[in-house]
Nanobody, 126 residues
Framework: QVQLVGSGGGLVQAGGSLRLSCAIS????????VAWFRQAPGKEREFVAV????????YYGDSVKGRFIISRDNAKKMVYLQMNFLNADDTAVYYC???????????????????WGQGTQVTVSS
């Protein structure tokens, strides 16, 4: 069983930065992908970024590429999302999620992630 706890959200001005954290509680945690999704009011849940736990390789959604950085700390079992150059369109509830890594393909669909943390609100003021 994998449990995720997201944190770090808050209110930030446009152009600012924020770092989200996802704490992972599990037994053996090697062949997993850990992702961040976000959901704004009235919109579908959107893929943000994913990291492959074993290799540390990453993949980003187009809307955050070049601004956000996903990383992990193996020893602490933490995944981070460093968000830079924030704008109003980044306002959403952010969720971390995990799924077993069954192959080399990156998965962007929220429905294919098995484990979810509670959301953390990010609000960007313009």
């Amino acid at each position: 069983q994998v449990q995720l706890v997201g944190s770090g959200g808050g209110l930030v001005q446009a152009g600012g930065s924020l770092r989200l954290s996802c704490a992972i509680s599990s037994g053996i945690f090697t062949r997993y992908d850990v992702a961040w999704f976000r959901q704004a009011p009235g919109k579908e849940r959107e893929f943000v970024a994913v990291i492959r736990w074993s290799a540390g390789s990453t993949y980003y959604g187009d809307s955050v590429k070049g601004r956000f950085i996903i990383s992990r700390d193996n020893a602490k079992k933490m995944v981070y999302l460093q968000m830079n150059f924030l704008n109003a369109d980044d306002t959403a509830v952010y969720y971390c999620a995990a799924r077993p890594n069954l192959g080399r393909t990156w998965v962007r669909e929220a429905g294919l992630y098995e484990y979810w943390g509670q959301g953390t609100q990010v609000t960007v003021s313009s």
